[in-house]
């Protein structure tokens, strides 16, 4: 006869209860501590970053003021707006989105904010399924549960606080931008690789209106897509005459200061770089359009 092996013994209905209970006060502990900490900006990976983009403007008290684009506007982290006429500005640019599903997120939410600054580099940009995965994650469980509990947002994570921390320990000078290889200026500035891009921007742009929010358009630098004339007339110039709204063109105003702006990769922004263009653009007097080129004004210029 072949001796049993004994069995190893299950836990009880109390050990169990006990665990439960530790992993629910040991998660307490930690929300209580996140909700008095600053919470992260920035994450490890570029789907962290956009759901703490998104659980800011859905949770959060409604800003002010909003800007919507891609990874280029991203690089503008709220904390450069602290102290400014643009403090509480909420960033729902988007990593691998555009502006349209930033716009999108804005006019569906009751979030009420008095205007929204639209990033001009991505308008055409055609739909993604990282698009559908960030309106996914914003209509989601997690962001329910990001909603209970602080301990559940995604910039409250271990990790990504880690990672945070370790960023603002970082500065990199980054390069300034190197010429890349030729294209159109449609191309470089407005990527028109969507027909109906431009009718689709002016519908959004005319039902924030009618919410009572005001919509500028902002034109960033970015790297080796400047054009060599920053004063020369672009095609973001030209669309905001169309569309009949004001232009912000931080780079034509940061060639103006003679800013030395530099890039982590060729296109985005450095942290420096990032907060020196931020100050620009809460400085920035956004003209309106009247049948003239629009022209960026900025305090003091």
């Not at 990769?265 to 009247?290: F, I, K, W, Y």
Request: overall charge positive; glycine content about 8%.
């Amino acid at each position: 006869m072949v001796p049993t092996q004994p069995q190893p013994k299950s836990p009880s209905g109390r050990q169990a209860l006990w665990i439960v209970g530790g992993a629910l006060l040991v998660f307490w502990a930690w929300s209580a501590i996140s909700a008095r900490l600053p919470q992260a900006e920035v994450a490890e990976s570029n789907f962290q970053a956009n759901l703490i983009r998104l659980e800011r403007w859905k949770l959060d008290p409604s800003p002010r003021d909003v800007m919507v684009g891609s990874s280029i506007g991203a690089r503008l982290l709220p904390r450069y707006f602290h102290g400014t006429a643009l403090e509480g500005m909420h960033n729902l640019c988007l990593d691998g989105s555009g502006p349209a599903l930033g716009l999108k997120l804005v006019l569906e939410s009751t979030n009420r904010p008095r205007r929204v600054w639209i990033e001009v580099h991505r308008l055409g940009k055609p739909w993604h399924p990282n698009d559908d995965a960030v309106l996914a994650a914003a209509h989601g469980p997690g962001m329910r549960l990001a909603g209970v509990a602080a301990g559940f947002r995604a910039a409250s994570r271990p990790t990504t606080r880690l990672f945070a921390w370790m960023k603002s320990h970082q500065n990199p000078a980054g390069s300034p931008a190197e010429p890349g290889k030729r294209v159109s200026e449609a191309a470089v500035e407005l990527h028109r690789t969507t027909p109906s891009w431009e009718r689709d921007l002016a519908r959004d742009i005319q039902a924030l209106r009618e919410h009572g929010i005001a919509a500028v358009l902002v034109r960033f630098p970015v790297g080796r897509e400047n054009p060599p004339d920053a004063e020369a007339e672009s095609g973001a110039d030209r669309l905001a005459t169309r569309l009949g709204v004001p232009l912000v063109d931080l780079y034509r105003v940061a060639a103006r200061r003679k800013l030395d702006v530099t890039y982590t990769d060729n296109l985005h922004l450095t942290p420096r770089s990032a907060a020196a263009v931020s100050g620009l653009l809460a400085d920035a007097e956004p003209v309106e359009s009247q049948g003239q080129s629009p022209k960026s004004q900025v305090k003091g210029e």
